[in-house]
């Protein structure tokens, strides 16, 4: 078995068919496992990819320092690959990878890319983490009229009834067997949920790691 065949992610890449540029380069995005934030863009030559295929880790070919660059190698931040997809024309790299250390950018950041100003926010990686990214704000950051306000106003006590008689709607729904009226009560416990979470510090990106963890 060779190194490549000991990591879980497709292989079935054919190298040959990727298009590298007039300089031999080809872009790469790199994109979080958990939630799917595009973390950041770097280039890989051939020798790059070959040995992001080998390892299971990301090598990046640096065009300021014109070398092979294995991200991480010194601060410890590393990229292990968990998938690799290639763009219709093959002229893009996907990366879906698991950041050790949360840290993409070299600025500190999670990811290198920021809002341009005028534009609106980033649309969410996904539905939760946009959600949980409002509820956070809301703890924050309290707006008058907010119903998130008053959840957290009213500490545990509130939003612990509140995740109560969510779940007992979500089983009400089920007993009645209506699929509409299941998902909005489920809808309902979700963002529940997301508030106690808020309220005891919990990251959804520990959640997503758990259920990522138990996938079979
Ligand atoms: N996703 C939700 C969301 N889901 C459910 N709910 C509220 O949760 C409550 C559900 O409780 P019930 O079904 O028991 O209805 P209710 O009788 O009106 O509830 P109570 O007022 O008695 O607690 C309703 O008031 C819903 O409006 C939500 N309230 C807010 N959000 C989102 O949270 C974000 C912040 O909202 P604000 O804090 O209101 O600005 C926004 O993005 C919203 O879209």
Known sequence: MSAAESHSFDRAIPLDAIRFNEQG???????????????????????????????????????????????????????????????????????????????????????CF????????????????????????????PVEGSYTRKLFAGGDNKILKKIGEEAAEVVMACKDDDPGAIAGEVADLFYHALVAMAHHNVDLRDVYRILEERRR
Request: charged share 25%; with cysteine.
């Open 25 to 111: 380069l080809v872009p790469a995005i790199a994109q979080d496992y958990l939630d799917g934030t595009v973390l950041m863009l770097a280039w890989m030559n051939r020798d790059a990819l070959q040995k992001t295929l080998e390892t299971g880790e990301v090598w990046y070919w640096s065009r300021s320092r014109q070398e092979l660059w294995h991200k991480g190698a010194t601060s410890g931040h590393f990229q292990k690959v968990r998938s690799l997809r290639y763009d219709c024309d093959s002229d893009a790299l996907l990366v879906t990878i698991e950041q050790i250390g949360d840290i993409a950018c070299h600025t500190g950041e999670r990811s």
């Open 114 to 141: 920021h809002q341009v100003e005028g534009t609106k926010q980033a649309p969410p990686a996904d539905t939760l983490s946009g959600l949980y990214r409002v509820v956070r704000d809301r703890r924050d950051r």
